[in-house]
């Protein structure tokens, strides 16, 4: 989004207050001056205890980190904000959300105060000009955000927002409203997905929910298919999931934790490339596989 842009958007603004409002659009054109393009991520948070154990996919999760340049901002989509309709939080300071229940009080203990950007979110808002996004000033951050989020950057000193999930909507139109996003990419943005492309809680195994690498035949087939779509560029069969038959169904049996990953893939552009990371099963029926695209 050009100054422009901003200028006709805060025109449109209630007149009180808007000194204040369009300074600080000002300034947050100012501030994302024309970057280097940013990466996109897709990140397999899997179980919240993550945000809190030493393990290889938090260590992933830091490698990671240090192969980006330090972003202006984050855009989370997580698996576990479902909304009807499209929203951003716009808050200044975001609360952080323990949306879990009977894991240890250290877990309930985690904060992460990373500021919010009210101008990030405004921006998103304009940019997108396919349906309308509401900004909202209640949600925070949940574990799907800050549980990886807080191993990237553990001085919770970059702004962040989140996008809700439509749960109204099929996948194909995820995969196009992430496409509205690309310019953020060049404004220093860095756009996160967060969730598992595996994940059936219903089949879990928990006598090896600590064991790493373990995998029903059926979720090592579909994560390898997946991951075959993935590394060749070829998204259409992942946007129609649903027509992927019976081990997909059984990796996606609710878009939720599937469809944040869509948002990171539609933002590859030709010949961009894409490295995949925490490629490991849990549980028998969930995988950690991730991947940074640029």
Not at 19 to 25: I, P
Not at 95 to 105: E, L, V
Not at 172 to 177: F, K, N, P, R
């Amino acid at each position: 989004m050009n100054r422009k842009q901003f200028l006709a958007a805060a025109a449109a603004l209630p007149l009180t207050g808007l000194a204040v409002k369009l300074n600080s659009l000002n300034k947050f054109v100012d501030e994302l001056n024309h970057t280097a393009k940013m990466p996109v991520l897709f990140l397999g948070h899997g179980s919240p205890m993550n945000a809190i154990e030493e393990n290889e996919f938090v260590q992933g999760f830091r490698k990671i980190s240090h192969e980006i340049e330090k972003p202006t901002a984050i855009l989370v989509v997580s698996a576990h904000w479902e909304t009807r309709g499209t929203f951003v939080t716009a808050m200044e300071n975001p609360t952080t959300i323990h949306d879990f229940g009977g894991f240890p009080q250290a877990l309930f203990d985690v904060q992460y105060p990373a500021p919010g950007s009210p101008e990030l979110a405004q921006a998103v808002k304009e940019i997108v000009g396919s349906k309308e996004v509401h900004l909202d000033e209640k949600w925070g951050l949940d574990h799907g955000s800050w549980s990886v989020v807080k191993h990237l950057y553990p001085n919770a000193d970059v702004p962040i927002i989140q996008m809700s999930i439509d749960y109204t909507q099929p996948a194909s139109h995820h995969y196009a409203l992430a496409k509205e996003l690309a310019a953020l990419r060049r404004k220093g943005v860095l756009i996160i997905g967060s969730g598992n492309i595996v994940h059936n809680l219903g089949l879990v195994s928990w006598k090896n929910l600590n064991t790493v690498g373990y995998a029903f035949d059926w979720a090592q087939t579909a994560n390898e298919k997946m991951k075959e779509y993935i590394n060749s560029g070829n998204h259409a069969p992942l946007i129609d999931f649903h027509k992927q038959g019976k081990e997909f169904q059984l990796a996606i049996p609710t878009p939720e934790h599937y469809i944040p990953m869509l948002y990171a893939l539609a933002l590859q552009e030709k010949n961009e490339e894409l490295t995949i990371f925490n490629d490991a099963a849990v549980a028998g029926a969930l995988t950690m596989t991730s991947f940074k695209i640029g």
